[in-house]
């Protein structure tokens, strides 16, 4: 990454490997906060650190196959409910031993033990331990399908923990071995609140989960999956007990919501009394800053905002790679990309080297296409998977080609809807190239972008879109993606999980599965690769670019460490403090 002073999921499903769907762009246009004050008007000694995002977090389970994304996991799943591990600026695992220390003690089988800290609790004083990872072991595996968890990918290798409440010490045998064993998200969300609201003790309700009794954790599968909306107000706060550094202090929806200091929390204090998120467009985010209504930003990267930024005294601009990459999804479960030949008609008109040209470059002058999904350019062994998976012959527009396609299969002007959340200048621009290019060919291309398109009950979650085209945010790990390319068994919005275009192919799955299972990094190298081939020979989908990551800030602010990973900036919110 790159400095200038003037003055970044893939987010693994359901393992905190998890890649997230982000939708760098906002849904409804909502002004800043006034609640908070200016971001530099108190003392330095009490002042509020404010940082932007687009997104308003609906949710504080963000690990439900409807709420996981980044507008949650941005907010919560950082320093307000963390685990035994992070995400490291690289995009690796970064051991979070204020929490746990853990040691694989066997490879077979693959065994880990946790040890937890004896004085973790959570913020209302209730234990940390083994409930909670009893919890997660419950939502997790499978076995309880009335809980909603975005992927059993992980916790479905891990049998049932042997280990009562109240113990620190818990180990965790698996079936067979995984890739990512040390990016196992452990404690989620806290078991005795989903007790109490199921009817239960703590005790019996890992009694039940020992017992396989899912009738008696019915009730309990409820309020995990639903009673942590939020519907325009904050669920009570008893709800809401925190095992990180910061609690949730208040929420002003439509504004802001603003994190306080977790007086029980054992480990290092945050170094800021509060921290607010304020929810801001894109294209305000700038303004906001050079007016002291924020103190961070991350806006999505465009040659005008980062001049405009560095024409900001006071504020300094840190611009570089990430996991974040825009893509366009096919439609495999209705509608015209079903037809090989069609897709293929498509690909060939879609001016991705246009696109990077014009849109990336004059950000990143040493930007190109990204010729794959699941590797990307400032990886070591990206231009050996492109060779192998022939990504790259795509990145020339073959006009006649697609045309000659469309005729053959009798499609003349085949309209195709491409969808995308709005307001997002850039992706708009992206659909406007796209339609000049392939109207050429014969396609009726419509933009069909959305305010929520990204909303429950929105047009990507009910498959109202032909292509869509969105952001997974991402890491160094292996496990998290794989998901988003294994069949699914329901195309519902609640069974795609990350497989949003429901694409399938029973040889690949296979191949995913043998990626799960492989610890050793060269043979995983080699089945990615194959994943990329095979991705490409259906073509599943088209990557376009990565995302050029940019983030600013107030000099008056202090430790923040923008991270190449879905973790995003407030990775460590816990550290932010002001002059």
């Known amino acids: 990454m790159s400095y200038a002073r003037r003055t970044g999921r ?56 409807e709420e996981y994304s980044s507008q949650n996991h941005i907010v919560f799943n950082t320093r307000v409910l963390q685990d035994v591990w992070g995400y490291s ?18 490879d077979d089988p693959l065994t880990v033990k946790y040890t937890f800290n004896p004085k973790a609790v959570w913020s209302d004083g209730a234990d940390l331990g083994c409930a909670d990872v009893m919890l997660t072991w419950a939502t997790g595996s499978g076995k309880f399908t009335d809980f909603s968890y975005i992927s059993t990918e992980q916790w479905g290798l891990v049998e049932l923990p042997d280990c009562k409440v109240g113990d620190k010490e818990i180990t965790l045998k698996y079936k067979s071995p995984f890739v990512d064993w040390e990016a196992l998200d452990v404690v989620t969300m806290p078991a005795h609140i989903v007790a109490e609201q199921g009817g239960l003790t703590v005790e019996e309700m890992v009694d039940a989960i020992k017992g396989g009794d899912k009738a008696k954790l019915k009730k309990a599968a409820e309020f995990y999956n639903k009673g942590w909306l939020f519907n325009g107000k ?6 809401m007990p925190a095992s990180g550094p910061f609690i949730i202090d208040s929420y002003s929806p439509g504004q802001s919501i603003t994190l306080a200091r977790n007086e029980k929390y054992w480990g290092e204090p945050a170094k800021s009394a509060k921290v607010t998120i304020r929810f801001i467009p894109q294209d305000e985010q700038v303004q906001a800053l050079q007016n002291g209504e924020t103190n961070i930003i991350e806006p999505q990267s465009n040659p ?10 006071g504020v300094t601009v840190k611009t570089g790679d990430q996991f974040l990459y825009d893509h366009l999804d096919f439609n495999f479960n209705k509608g015209p990309f079903k037809d090989a030949n069609l897709r293929k008609a498509f690909a060939l008109c879609v001016p991705r080297q246009q696109i990077v040209d014009n849109l990336i470059k004059p950000q990143n002058p040493e930007a190109k296409t990204l010729d794959t999904r699941n590797v990307v350019g400032f990886q070591s062994q990206y231009a050996d998977t492109v060779a192998f998976a022939g990504g790259d012959k795509w990145g020339t527009v073959d006009i006649e080609g697609a045309k000659k396609l469309l005729t053959d299969a009798g499609k003349s002007k085949l309209k195709v809807r491409i969808g995308y959340n709005q307001p997002n200048p850039r992706r708009t621009q992206v659909v406007e190239l796209i339609k000049a290019s392939c109207d050429q060919a014969g396609f009726d291309i419509v933009d069909t972008g959305s305010e929520k398109f990204f909303a429950d009950g929105g047009d990507l979650a009910n498959g109202n879109f032909d292509v869509a085209l969105f952001g997974w945010a991402g890491s160094a790990l292996n496990s998290g993606w794989t998901s988003t390319y294994h069949t699914v068994e ?38 990615v690769k194959q994943v990329e081939k095979t991705l490409w020979d259906d073509l599943a ?39």
């Open 490 to 527: 329901k195309c519902t919005p609640s069974g795609k999980g990350n497989n949003k275009g429901c694409y399938s192919n029973k040889e690949l799955d296979k191949v995913l599965e043998q990626i799960l299972g492989e610890t050793d990094p060269a043979k995983t190298i080699e089945l």
């Open 234 to 239: 904050l669920p009570d706060k008893k709800l």
């Open 304 to 313: 005008d905002i980062v001049a405009q930024l560095e024409g900001l005294n």
């Open 541 to 579: 989908t088209i990557p376009l670019y990565t995302q050029p990551a940019l983030t600013a800030w107030s000099e008056t602010v202090q430790n923040v460490v923008p991270n190449a990973s879905q973790a995003s900036v407030t990775w460590n919110m816990h550290e932010w403090s002001m002059q």
């Open 89 to 106: 600026t690289d995009g690796g695992v970064a051991r979070n031993t204020e929490v746990a220390t853990y040691e694989k003690v066997s």
């Open 10 to 65: 893939f987010l693994a499903a359901a393992t905190g490997a998890a890649i997230l769907l982000t939708a760098c762009g906002t849904g409804e246009e909502k002004p800043a906060a006034k609640d908070s004050g200016s971001a530099s008007s108190a003392p330095a000694a009490d002042a509020t650190v404010i940082h932007a995002h687009e997104q308003e977090p609906n949710s504080y389970n963000g690990f439900t196959a």
